[in-house]
């Protein structure tokens, strides 16, 4: 039993360091072309399961306009239900753009640094209160790496800076960073 066992480990270790290869060779990055979609989560850091359910998410397509560049279109959505009744469900929505400059980086491994751009809405779901816009920019630096051909997990960091314009018209201006984990594929 004990060989069995053995062998087996050996036998997938061998094949999960086997190197896999395209056509074009291994682990092409994105070209001029190309289209990625993917799904950004952030881990849950305040001490419950690391990816506790959610209420909350985000959808990003990415259009490669070359090697170095790409412009990418994000949506977002979250909402939360109490269940207690006679109580307002809050929501809030936004989509955003921005553009992408990679660097050269390793073969499986794509960095990048950016820009964008957002606008948002949002409702805390509390009756005497308006919902609240947002428009907002910030920069980001990430990485992908391709754990198979044109299939990728990858991390960003940003800073953003908006102007929320709630009831009277009272502006504000808020700074955040986020940092956000994403799993992703390119077609």
Do not use: C
């Not at 092409?28 to 952030?42: R, S």
């Not at 109490?82 to 960095?111: C, K, M, P, Q, W």
């Not at 990048?112 to 606008?119: E, K, M, P, S, V």
């Amino acid at each position: 039993m004990k060989n069995l066992l053995l062998f087996t480990a050996l036998v997938t270790f061998n094949l999960a360091s086997a190197q896999i290869t395209t056509n074009a060779g291994t682990f092409n990055k994105p070209a001029a072309g190309e289209t990625a979609f993917e799904v950004n989560f952030m881990p849950n850091l305040d001490g419950t399961a690391m990816f506790a359910e959610s209420n909350s998410g985000t959808l990003m397509m990415r259009s490669f306009k070359s090697e170095t560049k790409a412009t990418r279109l994000s949506a977002s959505l979250s909402f939360i239900d109490t269940g207690v009744e006679d109580s307002n469900a809050a929501y809030s929505a936004s989509i955003g753009y921005g553009i992408e400059n990679h660097f050269s980086g390793a073969e499986r491994l794509s960095t990048f640094w950016g820009y964008g751009a957002n606008l948002g809405i949002v409702d805390a779901g509390i009756d005497d209160q308006d919902a609240f816009f947002s428009i907002g920019g910030g920069v980001f630096l990430g990485a992908d790496y391709y754990i198979i051909p044109k299939v990728y997990v990858g991390t960003e960091i940003g800073y953003n800076l908006g102007i929320v314009s709630g009831d009277d018209t009272a502006i504000g201006l808020a700074g955040n960073v986020t940092g956000m984990l994403r799993l992703g594929f390119r077609l």
